[in-house]
């Protein structure tokens, strides 16, 4: 009887969880959507198509950050990547090869106070860019 409720504790959470799409395709520069807001457990599916090659590379701390918890690796012109969250937090991620295009996002995870509106990513994405020079 244990096992049994194990088992169906196990695939009720399973089922509960969500892969959620976020694209770049046709020479657009940017992600889309470039905020999402998701529970622990979900998935975030990147793809992007056609050309420039894109990737994306995730930075704790801001666009700008050099500290990564995933990365899709060199950028491609056509490709798909994955990551699951976990834990509830803020996560910022971009395109390495347009990060002064404003090719930035932002995944919310769980509840978490001071998340910015997707109005305001780009505002700060472009802030960040000129302040770095880039």
Do not use: K
């Amino acid at each position: 009887m244990m096992r049994f409720l194990l088992v169906v504790a196990f695939l009720a959470a399973a089922a509960y969880s969500a892969t959620i799409d976020v694209t770049a395709s046709n020479n657009v520069l940017l992600w889309d959507p470039p905020v999402v807001a998701i529970d622990p457990g979900d998935t975030v599916r990147w793809s992007w198509t056609d050309q420039p090659a894109h990737n994306v590379h995730s930075t704790q701390a801001g666009w700008a950050s050099t500290t990564s918890l995933f990365d899709s690796g060199t950028p491609v012109t056509t490709g798909t990547f994955s990551f699951e969250f976990n834990n509830e937090g803020v996560y910022y991620y971009r395109c390495d090869p347009h990060v002064r295009n404003a090719m930035v996002g932002t995944i919310v995870v769980g509840n978490t106070a001071g998340a910015l509106a997707p109005a305001a990513v780009l505002a700060v994405a472009t802030a960040i860019a000129a302040a770095a020079g880039w």
